[in-house]
């Protein structure tokens, strides 16, 4: 499974619920199969960079959430 199909599965299921999911992906653009999970997903890391700046992502989103 990829990312996307693995959202489309939890959406199915009923799991997304007080769930938060962000995409860690190396594309710059949502592939057509994932613009109706787009509402689904709280943010996108892309992979492309140095560890640092994706590092930077990761708790830049956590604290648009409130986890961090």
Do not use: R
Request: with cysteine; glycine share 8%; proline share 3%.
């Amino acid at each position: 499974l990829d990312g996307w199909s693995t959202l489309e599965a939890i959406v199915t299921q009923g799991l997304i619920k007080k769930n938060a999911v962000c995409m860690f992906t190396a594309q710059e653009s949502l592939p057509k199969k994932a613009q109706a999970l787009a509402p689904h997903v709280t943010g996108y890391i892309l992979k492309h960079g140095s560890l640092e700046k994706t590092l930077a992502q990761i708790k830049e989103h956590l604290a648009l959430i409130g986890v961090a």
